[in-house]
């Protein structure tokens, strides 16, 4: 088990930018994949971004493909969101996560979670 913990959200304006962290604590973070998802008021949970143990391999929702960009730092055992020109409909909770079983987007997978960092972008 590895424990979750994301930050820097904020209230930013439209076209801004933020970068969130996800601070992990635990055995092997190295060997996770982590994940990136939001929720919105109303909404379902939906992915964003996710990357693979080495960092050799990301993937994007085609809504923040271009403007969000996902690293990891496996000596810090933290993985980042950067997140560039921001949209009032990028507004949600912002979660991270993390598995060991696949590379994947799909937040089923992920049997590790965070509490979440609220982003608000304003228009």
């Known amino acids: 088990q590895v424990q979750l913990v994301e930050s820097g959200g904020g209230l930013v304006q439209s076209g801004d930018s933020l970068r969130l962290s996800c601070a992990a604590s635990?055995?092997?973070?190295?060997?996770?994949?982590m994940g990136w998802f939001r929720q919105a008021p109303g909404k379902e949970r939906e992915f964003v971004a996710a990357?693979?143990?080495?960092?050799?391999?990301?993937d994007y929702a085609d809504s923040v493909e271009g403007r969000f960009t996902v690293s990891r730092d496996n000596a810090k055992n933290t993985v980042y969101l950067r997140m560039d020109s921001l949209k009032p409909e990028d507004t949600a909770l912002y979660y991270c996560?993390?598995?060991?079983?696949?590379?994947?987007?799909?937040?089923?997978?992920?049997?590790?979670w965070g509490r979440g960092t609220q982003v608000t972008v304003s228009s």
């Open positions: 996560a993390a598995t060991r079983a696949v590379f994947t987007t799909t937040a089923v997978v992920y049997d590790n």
């Open positions: 635990g055995r092997a973070f190295s060997s996770y994949n």
């Open positions: 990357i693979n143990w080495s960092g050799s391999s990301t």
